[in-house]
Every structure is written in C-alpha cells, then in structure tokens.
C-alpha cells in the first residue's frame, strides 16, 4: 500500500514530467503515422504484407535494442544513453520524412527503432527519482503518456496527412523531440554513477574483473535478431499463400527461427555478461508479466492497422473513410486508455497490483468478443474500443508497476529492457499477423483487393483467445503472489 505521507520533491515530479514527454513524443509520431498507411500503401506499391513491416521492422529493432539500452544503462549511466539514443531517434524521424521508396522508408523506421530503446533507461531514471511508496504513481503517469500520445496523434496526424502527406507525420515531431532532448539535458540528474558495483556482483565476480562487465553480448544480440526477423519472414511470405513453391521457404524461416531461439539459450547460460538473463525469465512474478506483455502487444498492434483497414475499405467490405474517419473511429480506445493508465495507479493504492489485471483482463475479454460479435457501423466499433483499452489500459499498467517494483534494484535496466523487448516482440507480431489475415482474405478486381468480412473476424477472433490468455496468466501470477503483494 501507498504511504501518502511520503513526501515527493518537486524535481522528481518535473523529471518524470519529461521523461513522459519522451514517450508521449514517440507514440504521438507511431500513431500520426497509423491513418497513412493506405496512403502508403498506394504511393509506393506495396502490399499489406510488406506495409506490415513499416511497423514490424521498427519494432523488431526496438526489441533487440531495449535489453542492450537497458543493460548500457546500468553500467554507463541512464541519462547518456536516454539522450544517445533520442538523438538516434530523431535522425530517423528526418529520415524518414523524405522517404521516397519502401527500401528508404524502412531504413528509417530500423533507425527509429533504435531510438525506441531508450524506455529502459527512462524507467530507471524514474525508479531512482522516486522514493518506493510513490513508484506506482510515476510508473502511471509515465505509461499515461503513450495514450496522450496516441491521443494527440490521432486528432492531428489524420489532419496533417490530409493537407501535407504522409511525410509530414515524420517532420512534424521533430521540433518536439529536439526540445524533450534539450529539455532532459538540462533538468533531468542521475542519482548516483553508474553501478559498476552491482554488475560485479551480477557477475559473481570480483574486482578484477570488473572490465568483463562493460562487453556486450554481441552473439546474443544476433541470435535473438535471426529469431525474431525468420519467425516474421516467416509470417510475411504466408501472407502470399501457401503453395508448393513457397512451402519451402515458409518451413526454412521457422525452422531457422527456432534454430536460433535454441542457440540464443545456449549463448545467454554461457555469457557473462548474457544479453537476457534467463534467471529473470524463470521469476515467479515476473515470467508471468513478461507474457502479459507479449498478449498485449500482440493485441494492440493487431488491432491497430485492422480498425484502420476497416474504415478505409469501401463499402461493402468496409466503411467507405478517410483518414480522419479512421482517426475518430480509433479516437476513444486512446482517450480511454489514456484517462485509466492514469487512474489505475491510485486503484492500485486501494486494491493492489494483482486485481487490476484480473478486471483488465475481463474486461478486456468483453470488449474484443463484442468487437467479434458486432462491428458493423463506426459508432458500435468505437464503443468495443474504448472497452477494450479500458481492460488494456488497467493490465499494462499494472503489469509495468509489478515489474519495476519487483525487480532487484541492480538488474532494473536489464528487467525493463526484457518486458520492453517481450512488448515489442509482441507489437511486431501483431500487425504481421493482421497482415497474414487481410492477405488471404481479400475481395476486389484484377488492381486492387480488399481484406473481406472473414478477415476481420479472424483478427477479432484471435484478440479475443489473446485475452483469455491475459486472464489465464493475471490467475496465475495472482496465485503466486498472494502472500507477497496483496
């Protein structure tokens, strides 16, 4: 329970005021682009399979990126490497504003999704600026920020895409994410240096080999890159069809991808210092967090592109709109999500942090199978939405507190970069998967085809089994936790 007589200061209020300005900065890009994407999709000739990896792409750097920015800011100190990487960030950001082929727009979404790294060490900077009885508070008010994001996005982006294209949803962030740069460069401190004592003691080592702890994994990061990029090569050519000439490259993909999941095993149980440690998936409270964030990511970026598809197919197979019908349609998922990631702190001070995932995961559940059951007009999918986010919003929230609290103070960068890193496996999939439904579920002429009605009710459906999932996981980690959290 909370301790409300714990006294704040007020740079610890202004530090997380801007360090969820950086997250509020990144997904209000994310979420501008979002209506763009059949505008994308026409301009430069694509298909929805390879559209899928404007966002796959970027979130499968951002995953391998987050354990590595995350263990960087352990040892070399948070604030170098936030400010590192959001210089990377918007270098991709002008980039990819003057992307003029899929090649050129990709290579700028891989280096924004290096710049998306930078959440570790934006959590840690929050854990060592809050005193524990008001960590729930700033971790809520942190995660509020990629709803206010989204939110902000969605009402604006639709509107620039409109009048300037879709370039513009990249340069118009810019200037934002030059002052929250600047802004965290001058105001934000670190407690402390970085803690080189800890990692000797991560290693069991001693002062000798304190050197050893500065080295990176590299073979670790490779490993996991093959596994990530075959499991969704794998996905992206389903998405053609599966014959018996692509049988061959469908099987090759996942066998390589489990291949490389098997060496990624091995590499990280004789690394020191390993990329992912595996003692850290094997946590009883925090195994179970981690696969909530997978089902989540999943869901979310699945749900994404399809609303957007819906709206924008023609009639019959759609709504017949543009992107600001598309924009207004997903307006209140954000809006609600946005309202409870913020409240849900304080639900977690009456309640604690297990029961929220639970009543998430529930509600979840009821919003995804009424968008399976009806999502016939604009209105009644947007209702689905806002129950969906409600449920999203109280499990994600709650989720990030347990993992932040939970996790030893000397492995909190490497801890966050894991749930980040499940996170964005989890966003890759999502819209990769949406994109193997819509592609072999499509109606329209010799030019041009659509994703059909039975597309959208696999996507529904399977949001819906990702929710069931949650609650399953959410009973679990309740049990484990009973006697230690609640």
Do not use: C
């Amino acid at each position: 329970m909370i301790n409300t007589t714990t006294v704040v200061s007020r740079h610890a209020w202004l530090t997380l005021a801007i360090l969820s300005s950086t997250l509020l900065s990144v997904f209000f890009s994310e979420t501008m682009l979002l209506p763009a994407i059949p505008e994308i999709i026409s301009d430069l000739g694509i298909s929805y399979g390879t559209a899928a990896w404007i966002f796959s792409a970027y979130l499968i750097v951002a995953a391998v990126m987050t354990p590595v920015a995350g263990r960087l800011s352990d040892l070399y100190g948070k604030k170098k490497v936030l400010l590192s990487l959001l210089v990377i960030y918007t270098t991709g950001l002008i980039v990819g504003g003057f992307a003029d082929n899929i090649t050129f727009l990709l290579i700028s979404r891989i280096i924004q999704g290096v710049g998306l790294a930078a959440v570790p060490a934006a959590f840690s900077l929050l854990r060592d600026t809050f005193p524990p009885a008001k960590l729930s508070i700033a971790v809520g008010v942190f995660g509020s920020a990629y709803s206010a994001g989204s939110v902000v996005g969605l009402l604006v982006g639709a509107s620039i895409i409109q009048a300037f294209g879709w370039h513009s949803t990249f340069l118009a962030i810019i200037p934002f994410a030059i002052l929250v740069t600047s802004l965290i460069a001058k105001f934000v401190k670190e407690n402390g240096a970085p803690n080189q004592s800890n990692n000797s003691k991560i290693q069991g080592q001693g002062s000798k080999e304190k050197g050893k702890s500065f080295s990176i994994d590299i073979k670790g990061i490779v490993a996991l890159s093959v596994t990530i990029s075959s499991f969704l090569i794998g996905l992206t050519v389903i998405q053609i069809g599966v014959n018996n000439e692509n049988i061959v490259q469908i099987a090759g993909a996942f066998i390589i991808s489990a291949s490389a999941l098997s060496i990624f095993v091995i590499i990280e149980k004789r690394a020191a210092p390993p990329f992912v440690n595996l003692r850290l998936l094997r946590d009883k409270v925090l195994l179970p967090s981690f696969i909530l964030l997978i089902a989540t990511g999943i869901s979310m970026f699945m749900i994404y592109p399809t609303i957007v598809q819906l709206v924008r197919s023609p009639a019959p197979l759609g709504f017949g709109g543009d992107s600001v019908d598309a924009a207004s349609v997903q307006l209140p998922f954000m809006i609600s999500f946005l309202v409870f990631a913020s409240i849900t702190p304080f639900i977690i001070n009456k309640i604690g942090s297990i029961k929220p995932i639970i009543i998430g995961g529930i509600i979840s559940l009821f919003g995804t199978f009424g968008l399976l059951m009806f999502h016939n007009t604009e209105f009644i999918v947007s209702v689905d939405l806002a129950i969906i986010a409600i449920g999203l919003s109280l499990t994600m929230t709650a989720t990030w507190n347990i993992i932040v609290s939970s996790s030893p103070k000397e492995f909190t960068g490497i801890s966050v970069g894991i749930g980040a890193l499940l996170l964005f496996i989890g966003m890759a999939i999502g819209p990769a998967l949406a994109g193997v439904y819509m592609a072999n579920h499509n109606n329209g002429g010799i030019q041009v085809t659509y994703p059909s009605a039975q597309s959208y009710d696999m996507v529904f459906f399977t949001a819906a089994l990702l929710s069931v999932v949650s609650l399953g996981f959410a009973l679990i980690l309740r049990r484990k936790t009973i006697n230690a959290l609640i």
